[in-house]
Structure formats: C-alpha cells, structure tokens
C-alpha cells in the first residue's frame, strides 16, 4: 500500500504562504538533495487546484533532475472546478477527496507526495488519509501569511526523524499517533 507524504516548508512561527519569498535563501545543495531524494521515493503528486495553476506553468521550463521527475510523474489535481489539466501526466480527480485518495492509496507503487498544506491537505489530514507528514522548518519569523494549520484542525503526530541542514533548516517528520 502506498502512502501519502505530506511535505511543507514553514517558518518558525508557522507561515507556510508565499515560500519563494522567503525559503530560497536556505535552499542550497543540501535541500536539493534532500528535495530530490524524497521526490525519487515518489511516483505520484497531489495537489489541489490552487497548487496545480501556481505549479504548471512554472515547471516545465525548469532544469535538472528534480524538475524532470516532477514533470515526468503522474499528477492527480483534486478539482470539481478546474476544466482542463494540460501539464504532463495530469489528471483531474472529482467527486469526494477521500475516496479517491484511499483508492490511489490502494494501488500498486511508491509513495504519493503533496506539497504545502492546502484545503486538500487539510481534507486528507482530517480524513486520516496523510501517512506521513514532513516539516522544512526554516529558522526564520515571517510574521504574516497563510498559517500551516487552520483554526480548528486537531491532529497527534508523533516525530520519527529529524536532522539539520546545512543552512539550519530542521527537517521533521512526523506519522500519525
């Protein structure tokens, strides 16, 4: 059974909005390669529409290895609104998130990764769908900015491993409890 990975990257007072603007920075060969080493345990990517229109223009102009996985892979963009999805190997999942996450969860292959925690990672952590959860947590105050966690969310989590980058970034990751 394959398992949904839930990576985001997040400040130390929680912001995970708008990280091109403040994560670049840390973003050296040692996050590379810790990035494309997570993605190479990957064969899927979900994301929600918002994710999908800030990703899809972006993505397949980009060089090296980590883009050409991204564009190779199977794409599932959870959307009842979005009409078309242009970008390679991308399909709109409709209908009920839940049961069309279990089922990718069911089928042969590796992990599924989600990037950010959208209203599709908050549906998945309430369902109980996300198997693990990974935090870049970046040792820096934003101060304003979509918060990881909404008002309301409640999940326990236990912490399985973490390590340091090179640039102090802390990178976590938690299973459910």
Do not use: C
Not at 18 to 44: H, I, K, R, V
Not at 82 to 99: F, Q
Not at 116 to 134: F, P, S
């Amino acid at each position: 059974m394959r398992k949904i990975i839930e990576s985001a990257l997040v400040s130390l007072d929680g912001v995970i909005g708008d990280p091109m603007s403040w994560a670049s920075a840390y973003f050296n060969e040692d996050a590379q390669a810790s990035a494309l080493t997570q993605l190479l345990a990957s064969d899927g990517m979900l994301m929600g529409r918002g994710t999908y229109e800030y990703f899809a223009p972006a993505w397949p102009s980009v060089p090296g290895d980590y883009a050409a996985r991204i564009n190779r892979m199977p794409k599932y963009v959870f959307s009842n609104t979005l009409d078309r999805a242009e970008w390679t190997n991308s399909t709109i999942v409709r209908g009920d998130v839940g049961l069309a996450a279990a089922d990718l969860k069911q089928q042969d292959g590796q992990d599924l990764i989600i990037y950010g925690h959208g209203r599709l990672g908050q549906t998945l952590l309430e369902e109980g769908l996300v198997d693990e959860l990974r935090l870049a947590i970046h040792p820096l105050f934003i101060g304003h900015g979509q918060r990881l966690f909404r008002d309301g969310a409640y999940a326990t989590f236990k912490l399985v491993a973490a390590h340091t980058l090179t640039t102090g970034v802390v990178m976590t990751t938690y299973r459910p409890a």
